[in-house]
């Protein structure tokens, strides 16, 4: 019965789960262990087809996920119907209020090495990848005033901070985008900018210091909210929120989303406890009530992070539940992908990350590690792998290993100093790598 209940959407109070919200669950669940690849030829992502048994074996009624009221048009920045247009604008303009506005603090991490790595002054073309607040952006320009920088950010708040930003500097200097990293290939060829153009491209993913800081977006374990959690803030009207999957998962799904993406042990009595608390309680709506599951369900337990400190027992949950809703660890991919593409030879691409999920995938495309390989080989280890002598010595394979896509600044990724963790807590688990692109075959 889970499946026919009545969920509360962001956008529209009242709305059937529909075909379409469901198969976006079901294809991000059967996407977890393997990565949507970007189609290099033509820049956009790969669809997966999802049969309709996939999505669920019980029978619900089929509802149009939103009533087409006129078709969108290039100058539609939030790209979705007129029908949201302004109750979207309308819950946007809420977070603009001053009070709401006194309360976010956002201090970029690891500006002054950036900088450093992205030589501003050498170069003229750079992309944010993630604008938030702009603080990295301002530091390339105050170091080139001259440059031109693309600020993309998937969220809307961040669009419109961007499009302030904008005012300051001169025309078409600052680009605000709004759309994902997968979405990067069309807005940059509606800007005129070609492949193989960008001087450097920034990447600081994960979610933002302002998205924490609004309780509306659900993302934070100490302000109560709606269990949202999405970056977009419900842009996409077929997006699914953390409410959709936590209310609506099967109890072995929920596991395997909290062990895969939030690396917890306990994912098995997390999912359990949730489970049995929707069946007894109803639908779980508010962030503070999953906090408070998990926590009478692990009562006593201690738990800490990579830095042994201790941290609240549903953490972890918390990050597998955005990672999947936001589907983060593709974007990052498929970001990398694009930034390849894009970046003119020795051109650099820096990612700040701050968890070992997605600083992996920095490392893996940056030293030439295969996505699906299951754990770091050596070019010895993957030779001794090979049963077939002839795949062992073939010309393709020695062209493969010798030809570097990145070359690595550092080996190891960089952190920041004990003097910025002082000053900017939220900084002290982020980690820095930078490569540059190597010449194209």
Request: charged share 25%; aromatic share 6%.
């Amino acid at each position: 019965m889970a499946f026919r209940r009545c969920i509360m959407m962001t956008l529209k109070p009242h709305r059937t789960l529909t075909y379409s919200c469901l198969a976006t669950i079901r294809r991000h669940l059967s996407g977890i262990s393997t990565w949507v690849k970007l189609d290099t030829n033509c820049l956009t992502t790969r669809t997966r087809s999802v049969s309709m048994c996939t999505c669920t074996s019980k029978q619900f009624h089929h509802t149009t996920t939103h009533p087409q009221k006129g078709k969108a048009t290039d100058s539609d920045i939030w790209n979705i119907s007129g029908f949201y247009q302004e109750e979207f604008k309308r819950k946007i303009s809420k977070l603009e209020e001053p009070e709401s506005e006194a309360k976010f603090s956002h201090v970029p991490v690891m500006v002054q090495e950036v900088v450093k790595l992205l030589h501003p002054k050498q170069g003229k073309l750079f992309i944010d990848m993630t604008f938030g607040a702009g603080g990295h952006t301002k530091a390339i320009l105050e170091e080139n005033p001259e440059a031109q920088v693309v600020c993309l950010d998937r969220d809307p708040l961040a669009y419109i901070n961007a499009e302030e930003l904008a005012k300051s500097y001169g025309p078409q200097q600052l680009l605000p985008c709004i759309g994902q990293f997968s979405e990067l290939p069309g807005i940059l060829k509606k800007h005129g900018i070609s492949p193989g153009s960008v001087d450097g491209i920034l990447f600081d993913v994960g979610a933002s210091s302002m998205q924490y800081d609004q309780r509306e977006r659900g993302f934070s374990l100490s302000r109560e909210g709606p269990l949202d959690m999405r970056m977009d803030n419900g842009r996409n009207p077929d997006g699914v929120s953390a409410a959709d999957v936590v209310n609506h998962l099967t109890g072995q799904e929920l596991k395997h989303i909290i062990k895969k993406y939030g690396e917890d042990p306990l994912a098995n009595k997390i999912s359990h406890a949730i489970v049995s608390a929707r069946n007894v309680s109803g639908r779980i709506s508010t962030t503070k009530e999953l906090a408070d599951i998990i926590e009478n369900a692990l009562d006593g337990t201690i738990q800490r992070d990579k830095l042994s400190r201790k941290s609240h027992v549903a953490t972890r949950t918390f990050q597998a539940l955005r990672i999947f809703v936001n589907d983060e660890l593709n974007e990052i991919n498929n970001g990398l992908h694009v930034a390849y593409h894009y970046l003119r030879p020795h051109g650099v691409c820096v990612g700040i990350s701050f968890q070992s999920l997605e600083d992996r995938i920095f490392k893996r495309h940056f030293h030439g590690i295969d996505m699906e390989e299951p754990k770091n080989m050596t070019s010895k280890q993957q030779a001794r792998a090979m049963k077939d002598d002839h795949q062992k010595y073939s010309k393709e394979l020695i062209q493969k290993l010798l030809k570097k896509r990145w070359i690595p600044v550092c080996k190891t990724a960089m952190t920041p100093t004990n003097s910025e963790v002082n000053e900017n807590p939220r900084s002290r688990s982020a980690k820095l790598r930078a490569a540059i692109k190597g010449l194209d075959s």
